[in-house]
């Protein structure tokens, strides 16, 4: 049974830290690109961050670059991917979710959404003003 399950969000203060939690089990996700997602109410979902299958080339949008670090861990049967969001601004609020696709190679990050094979649920991240 495939599982992406995600933890760590929740409220924090403009300017403080949360770090996010994707546990992904079920398959072979140690090749698979990975990355973060989200949505905002009354908004489309947006990239976060991607990362590939060896954990070497992480990419960032625009709107969190040199906030947020994407990193994972293979090392055991269930991959864990991180976000670690610093500086945190209210507009980052959102349901983030973590994502895998099957349809990298190499060094390859995912950028888009459609090309995704396995979402988790998401985990609320609220930033106070």
């Known amino acids: 049974q495939v599982q992406l399950v995600e933890s760590g969000g929740g409220l924090v203060q403009a300017g403080g830290s949360l770090r996010l939690s994707c546990a992904a089990s079920g398959r072979t996700f140690s090749s698979y690109a990975m990355g973060w997602f989200r949505q905002a109410a009354g908004k489309e979902r947006e990239f976060v961050a991607g990362?590939?299958?060896?954990?070497?080339?992480?990419?960032?949008a625009d709107s969190v670059k040199g906030r947020f670090t994407i990193s994972r861990d293979n090392a055991k049967k269930t991959v864990y991917l991180y976000l670690q969001m610093n500086s945190l601004k209210p507009e980052d609020t959102a349901v983030y979710s973590c994502?895998?696709?099957?349809?990298?190679?190499?060094?390859?990050?995912?950028?888009?959404?459609?090309?995704?094979?396995?979402w988790g649920q998401g985990t609320q991240v609220t930033v106070s003003s």
């Open positions: 994502a895998a696709s099957a349809r990298s190679s190499g060094h390859m990050v995912i950028l888009t959404t459609s090309l995704y094979d396995y």
């Open positions: 990362i590939s299958w060896s954990g070497d080339s992480p990419y960032y």
